[in-house]
Each structure stands twice: as C-alpha cells, then as structure tokens.
Nanobody, 124 residues
C-alpha cells in the first residue's frame, strides 16, 4: 500500500512558477514509477509528466515540454513537478500517482495509487 500526499498548488499569474511536491509513504518508493496528471473542468485527465523508479527516464506531454520538469528524491520519498512559464491553460487539479512497477507509463489505468490533488490556477 502506498499513501501519496501532494501539495504546492496555488493561484499565480501567467509566466510565474510553481513547484508541486508529492510525499509518498508505504512500499519501497524507489520501486515505483511516478507521474503527475492534471484534469481541468470538462476535459479528460492528462499525464503531464512521468518518471521511472530510478529517475533515469522521464516523459512529458507536448504541451509542457521545456516548461515543466519532473524529478524525484528517493531518499526523501518525494517526487516534484517544477512548473515554469505557467499559462492560463495550465489551470487544473494536479494529482500525483504511483504504480507498482519501475517502468514509467503515461496511462492512468496503469497507476495504482493517487494523491488527493492540488489546485493550480493561472490567471492572465
């Protein structure tokens, strides 16, 4: 069993930065691939970034490439999402997720554990 607590959301202006954090407890953190998903009202859930258990591989949605960076600190059981140059279209609830394998995937169906979500709102 894995418990995830995500935090760091807020209200910012376009062009600002935010860093989301996801603290994990439970099973061995380094054996779990992690990801950040987001969902805006009326839109499907989207995987914005994913990272392998070792941290050696990452994947990003085209819409955030060059602006967002996912990273993890396995010693602290924490995964981060650094979001720079935020745009109004980045407004959504962001949730971290963990899966039972080390290989990353962007499919939400492959993730077993979810954080409660943190709201990110970007104003013009």
């Amino acid at each position: 069993q894995v418990q995830l607590e995500d935090s760091g959301g807020g209200l910012v202006q376009a062009g600002d930065s935010l860093r989301l954090s996801c603290a994990a407890s439970g099973r061995t953190f380094s054996s779990s691939a992690m990801a950040w998903f987001r969902q805006a009202p009326g839109k499907e859930r989207e995987c914005v970034a994913a990272i392998s258990g070792s941290g050696g591989r990452t994947s990003y949605a085209d819409s955030v490439k060059g602006r967002f960076t996912i990273s993890r600190d396995n010693a602290k059981n924490t995964v981060y999402l650094q979001m720079n140059s935020l745009k109004p279209e980045d407004t959504a609830v962001y949730s971290c997720a963990a899966r039972g394998g080390m290989v990353l995937t962007t499919s939400p169906d492959r993730y077993d554990y979810w954080g409660q979500g943190t709201q990110v709102t970007v104003s013009t």
